[in-house]
């Protein structure tokens, strides 16, 4: 899949120390490649690695993050950034509003129609009515009646009626004079693009002037389904696209080329066949998705924001000499706590996010530790190796903690001390120690 492609990428970063030019190419064509095997058009995958990797060498390297992890942000940046970066919602203000629902026959048009329907009533409190203007196929209608009495919503059809702009005229004026504040038209669709059939939905459009025409296109179809969406918009200028069918097993180029080639936004996917299985499209999710990640975004953002190259040397001086004490751990501490609660860390960890979801972790054990070293004098926290019993004694008296809290946390402490002692034995053994994926 892509995103088992583009991990395969980032891995030849891994253990590289910086970013270099060469390592960056190398990179860069294996995303090149993932792309363009997942449908993108060559023009657009090309053009995106060009970004990418003049965004990856202009990029200061820091030593709180690896170059694989930075690559990683930039390829989600940008491919967030080719979907349409934020999210478009539907404009639904007019009373009655009317969307207009267009694609190929088979691209999920009426199931989408009562998931729209379904999430507008659910999520936006509206009162949608639900137009059967398929003339072609008799079995469209009921599709939508069973689909309309799932959800509760009430389904316009004229079954003798072979007119759609009539239909849908009539539709409206029900609508307007029963109290619907929304008209969702589902139209016919053929299974290629057709004159008849364009001509028929533009022939809706002009009639109607809906506030909202959404293209509904299956992204299993993967390069034709850009081409259908150009042909459909064109003719169309419709205001939104709709991706159907995302829980089968898309190669994901279809999501990655239609806004950059039509230039309209995809503003939602759907996933299977039950109704309430609609979700508003947020490129930044899309992007993640495709990368098969959790937000690591998030946590490189804030690992940046927090450690200062400056902070990062005076550290590794300190234990180069053995003399990282209690002061450091502390500001150590401070520095991770500031980056968000232990749990949302953990969960923003590529393929940990899952795990600890249900997990019950709280930072209680910080605030222990916290409070113990807070007990400490200054010139205990400066040199551990002062704290005997009777201090022992007084710092957990003080912290509201066991004695024995204090001579683990003493014990785990003195571990730490040991082992970077031992590192700092091995050549290059202190870099270990920085953060690094
Ligand atoms: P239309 O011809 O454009 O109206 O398409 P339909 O709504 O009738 O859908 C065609 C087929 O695709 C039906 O069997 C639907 O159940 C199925 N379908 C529609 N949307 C999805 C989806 O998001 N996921 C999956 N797996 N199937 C879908
Ligand atoms: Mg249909």
Same mark, same amino acid.
């Given at each position: 899949?892509?995103?088992?492609?583009l991990?395969?990428?980032?891995?030849?970063?891994?253990?590289?120390?910086?970013?270099?030019e060469?390592?960056?190419?190398?990179? *860069?064509?294996?995303?090149?490649?993932?792309?363009?095997?997942?449908?993108?058009?060559?023009?657009?995958?090309k +053009?995106?690695?060009?970004k990418?990797?003049?965004?990856?060498?202009?990029?200061?390297?820091?030593?709180a993050?690896?170059?694989?992890?930075l690559?990683?942000?930039?390829?989600?940046?940008e491919?967030?950034?080719?979907?349409g970066?934020?999210?478009?919602?539907?404009?639904?203000?007019?009373?009655?509003?009317v969307?207009?629902?267009?694609?190929?026959q088979g691209?999920?048009?009426?199931?989408?129609?009562?998931?729209?329907?379904?999430?507008?009533?659910?999520?936006?409190?509206?009162?949608?009515?639900?137009?059967?203007a398929?003339?072609?196929r008799?079995?469209?209608?009921?599709q939508?009646?069973v689909?309309?009495?799932?959800?509760g919503? +009430? *389904?316009y059809?004229?079954?003798?009626?072979?007119?759609? *702009?009539?239909?849908?005229?009539?539709a409206?004026?029900?609508?307007?004079?029963?109290?619907?504040n929304?008209?969702?038209i589902?139209t016919a669709?053929r299974l290629a693009?057709?004159?008849v059939?364009?001509?028929?939905?533009a022939?809706?459009?002009?009639?109607?002037?809906?506030q909202?025409?959404?293209?509904?296109?299956d992204?299993m179809?993967?390069?034709?389904?850009?081409?259908?969406?150009?042909?459909f918009?064109?003719?169309l200028?419709?205001?939104?696209?709709?991706?159907?069918?995302l829980?089968?097993?898309?190669?994901?180029?279809?999501?990655l080329?239609?806004?950059?080639? *039509?230039?309209?936004?995809?503003?939602?996917?759907?996933?299977?066949?039950?109704?309430?299985?609609?979700?508003?499209?947020?490129?930044e999710?899309?992007?993640?998705?495709?990368?098969?990640?959790?937000?690591i975004?998030?946590?490189?953002?804030?690992?940046?924001?927090q450690?200062?190259?400056?902070?990062?040397?005076?550290l590794?001086k300190?234990?180069?000499?053995?003399?990282?004490?209690?002061?450091?751990?502390?500001?150590?501490?401070q520095?991770?706590?500031?980056?968000?609660?232990?749990?949302?860390?953990?969960?923003?960890?590529?393929?940990?996010?899952?795990?600890?979801?249900?997990?019950?972790?709280?930072?209680?054990?910080?605030?222990?530790?916290?409070?113990?070293?807070?007990?400490?004098?200054p010139?205990?926290?400066?040199?551990?190796?002062?704290?005997?019993?009777?201090?022992?004694?007084?710092?957990?008296?003080?912290?509201?903690?066991?004695?024995?809290d204090?001579?683990?946390?003493?014990?785990?402490? +003195?571990?730490?001390?040991?082992?970077?002692?031992?590192?700092?034995?091995?050549p290059?053994g202190a870099?270990?120690l920085?953060m690094r994926?």
């Open positions: 899949s892509l995103s088992e492609r991990e395969s990428a980032f891995k030849q970063l891994k253990g590289e120390g910086r970013i270099s060469i390592n960056v190419a190398t990179t *860069v064509k294996e995303i090149r490649r993932a792309l363009v095997d997942a449908d993108v058009n060559y023009k657009i995958a +053009e995106f690695t060009d990418v990797k003049d965004k990856a060498l202009g990029e200061k390297v820091i030593t993050i690896s170059p694989s992890q690559m990683v942000k930039i390829v989600k940046d491919l967030a950034e080719l979907m970066n934020t999210e478009v919602e539907l404009d639904i203000k007019a009373n009655p509003t969307i207009l629902i267009a694609g190929l691209s999920g048009k009426t199931t989408f129609s009562g998931k729209l329907a379904n999430f507008l009533k659910t999520q936006k409190n509206k009162k949608p009515l639900l137009v059967a398929d003339i072609y008799p079995a469209a209608i009921d939508l009646k689909l309309g009495g799932q959800i919503v +009430e *389904v059809s004229e079954p003798e009626n072979k007119n759609a *702009v009539q239909i849908a005229e009539n409206i004026k029900q609508a307007k004079a029963q109290g619907y929304i008209v969702i589902d669709g693009v057709d004159e059939m364009m001509t028929e939905v022939n809706v459009k002009a009639a109607v002037q809906p909202e025409i959404l293209f509904v296109v992204s179809t993967g390069q034709d389904a850009v081409n259908t969406a150009k042909a918009n064109d003719r200028d419709f205001t939104g696209v709709v991706l159907t069918k829980d089968g097993d898309t190669r994901g180029g279809a999501a080329t239609i806004k950059y080639t *039509v230039n309209k936004p995809i503003k939602f996917v759907s996933m299977g066949e039950k109704l309430d299985t609609l979700d508003v499209f947020y490129p999710r899309m992007a993640q998705r495709i990368l098969g990640m959790g937000d975004t998030t946590l490189v953002e804030r690992a940046q924001a450690f200062n190259e400056e902070q990062a040397k005076k590794e300190k234990i180069r000499q053995n003399q990282f004490d209690f002061d450091d751990f502390k500001e150590q501490l520095q991770i706590k500031k980056m968000g609660s232990i749990k949302d860390l953990l969960g923003m960890i590529p393929g940990v996010g899952k795990a600890v979801k249900d997990l019950d972790i709280s930072d209680d054990s910080f605030k222990g530790i916290e409070a113990m070293i807070n007990s400490m004098t010139a205990e926290r400066a040199n551990p190796d002062l704290i005997d019993g009777s201090r022992r004694k007084r710092i957990a008296k003080g912290a509201g903690k066991e004695i024995t204090v001579n683990q946390f003493m014990k785990q402490f +003195e571990q730490m001390r040991q082992m970077m002692k031992m590192m700092n034995k091995i290059g870099k270990g920085k994926g």
